[in-house]
């Protein structure tokens, strides 16, 4: 199992976003708070996402719908006490407490941008993979975070704050946009 405390990249966004003080809505700064004390650490799932430019429509969206369905198999699991070996119990209680999606994607802004920026509902966010302004759209937050190092590819990222329950609407969007 994969956790926050696993990860210096995720790490380094939670600290980020709890760095920024007002700059950061405090929903938000809360979300990455409880992170931070683990009340959190089943409510969030990061979903980093990045493709193959190439790749075909076709998987491009059957990548993001078998994820969907991977979630609602795990939500119609029983939820007993033991491990057996093709149901991981503590996987699926972590999906049954899942709140947000956080949603970490490459992009970029027509506008210079110096480190972090709120840039829900703006219209001059690009994003390397078409799929991700499906959840752009259902986002409730989102915010463009400027790396300082350029070495690191992409040099900005959007992270986006996607309540599970528009889970289902952004795979649908995609779905539409590739069918």
């Not at 980020?16 to 009340?39: A, M, T």
């Not at 990061?46 to 719908?65: C, D, M, T």
């Not at 210079?112 to 966010?125: A, L, P």
Request: some cysteine; glycine content about 6%; proline content about 3%.
């Amino acid at each position: 199992m994969y956790f926050l405390q696993d990860s210096e990249f995720l790490q380094n966004i939670q600290q980020h976003f709890i760095s920024k003080g007002d700059e950061i809505p405090g929903n938000v700064r809360k979300i990455f708070q409880r992170l931070q004390n683990d009340q959190g650490k089943c409510e969030i799932g990061f979903l980093i996402h990045g493709r193959f430019s190439n790749a075909p429509l076709e998987l491009v969206s059957q990548v993001h719908n078998n994820l969907l369905l991977d979630y609602e198999w795990s939500l119609n699991q029983k939820l007993g006490k033991t491990r057996t070996d093709d149901v991981d119990v503590e996987m699926i209680q972590m999906f049954h407490q899942l709140k947000y999606l956080v949603v970490i994607t490459p992009a970029s802004c027509e506008t210079e941008i110096s480190s972090t920026v709120n840039v829900r509902g703006r219209s001059d966010i690009f994003f390397d993979n078409f799929e991700d302004e499906c959840y752009f759209g259902h986002a409730t937050d989102a915010f463009l975070v400027k790396f300082g190092n350029t070495f690191f590819k992409p040099a900005s990222c959007c992270v986006m704050i996607v309540p599970v329950e528009n889970f289902k609407k952004c795979v649908a969007d995609v779905m539409k946009l590739t069918n």
